[in-house]
């Protein structure tokens, strides 16, 4: 049986798909391998993040995505296409529903290259659009229709976005173009720094999610690292420890927690103390990085739990808000309500 709605999140370093009743049925990464000489796609998601850096010059990888908004309009088009058609079949004659996740205050004209992109790719017209600190916390599944104060900071792979969500709508928030990617650009720049060695951003993110830790660990992890000696240019090895990874990050994690101390700085006192009472919940894959709740509890004193599978969160949450859609519309402020209403 054909899907009628979806969720999509197009997220800058992943793209997940979820179905209803199906769960999650894509999960890979948002980079498009194309042949130079005629701009065809070559590889798509997982096949072509394995060609990052081990191609010849006549294929370039590209990730259409930066920063949570399309950087590539043609080419996110492609992408989306080749999820959606793989989730939906080729010979479709229905087309269905889709959701797809935008960061939350991005422009009207970032708001209108995601929509066409996703109707270009298969999407029922109009393709709706919804924030994304709200679809990670319906994922979440913190209880946003009641009017009492929820805080949810999604930590993705280009944004970190921090939001206070009553009444599925969003009473503040704050975004920063400062995630998972930019750690990975601190860990890069701290190992050539420190150890004259050149690695690339893939090593950078194994040696994240393999070692890496917000905070200082009692027993330190180690990794043997391999890149270009910058001094001889010869392949080398050197191991790295936990407390590297922490030194590398730290400037990122700081304005991070920057980003949710000025959501609670602005958050109204009824709502403030509901958030203590209840806590702030983490989304996004960076969410996973080893003790980064605890961080957070350290530097705004409020209790910090990461979401139960914090990647799915808000591919789960885009599919779900699809049957709030109306509750939803009228729920954001005038401004935004383009947000998930057609134009």
Do not use: W
């Amino acid at each position: 049986m054909l899907p009628k709605r979806i969720g999509v999140d197009l997220g800058t370093a992943n793209v997940l798909v979820y179905v209803k009743g199906r769960g999650i049925v894509i999960n890979e990464p948002s980079v498009v391998a194309l042949a130079n000489r005629d701009n065809t796609v070559v590889a798509v998601g997982r096949e072509a993040q394995e060609m990052m850096g081990r191609v010849p010059g006549s294929i370039s990888v590209i990730r259409p995505m930066r920063d949570g908004v399309i950087a590539d309009y043609l080419i996110t088009e492609a992408m989306l296409r080749y999820f959606i058609q793989k989730v939906i079949g080729r010979l479709n004659l229905i087309k269905p529903e889709v959701m797809v996740c935008i960061p939350a205050g991005v422009t009207s004209v970032e708001q209108r290259a995601v929509r066409d992109a996703a109707e270009q790719a298969g999407g029922r017209r109009p393709v709706h659009l919804v924030p994304e600190p709200l679809a990670a916390a319906i994922g979440a599944r913190i209880p946003v229709n009641s009017p009492s104060g929820n805080m949810v900071v999604d930590i993705g792979g280009g944004r970190t976005e921090a939001a206070v969500i009553s009444m599925y709508g969003i009473v503040v928030s704050e975004s920063v173009r400062v995630a998972g990617d930019r750690l990975d650009d601190a860990i890069v720049a701290y190992v050539k720094r420190r150890y004259n060695l050149l690695i690339g951003d893939r090593t950078a993110e194994e040696m994240k999610v393999t070692i890496g830790a917000a905070v200082p660990l009692e027993q330190e992890l180690k990794m043997d690292v391999r890149g270009r000696d910058q001094i001889s240019g010869l392949p080398k090895t050197v191991t790295v420890s936990t407390s590297d990874v922490t030194a590398a990050i730290q400037d990122a994690l700081a304005t991070i927690v920057s980003v949710v101390r000025t959501v609670l700085e602005r958050t109204p006192p009824e709502l403030a103390s509901d958030v203590i009472d209840r806590g702030i919940v983490l989304t996004g894959g960076t969410a996973l990085l080893r003790h980064l709740d605890i961080l957070l509890t350290q530097e705004t004193g409020i209790p910090c739990q990461v979401a139960e599978n914090p990647i799915d969160c808000v591919a789960i949450g885009a599919g779900v808000a699809l049957e709030y859609l109306d509750v939803i519309k009228r729920s954001l402020p005038t401004e935004e309500e383009t947000l998930v209403a057609s134009y």
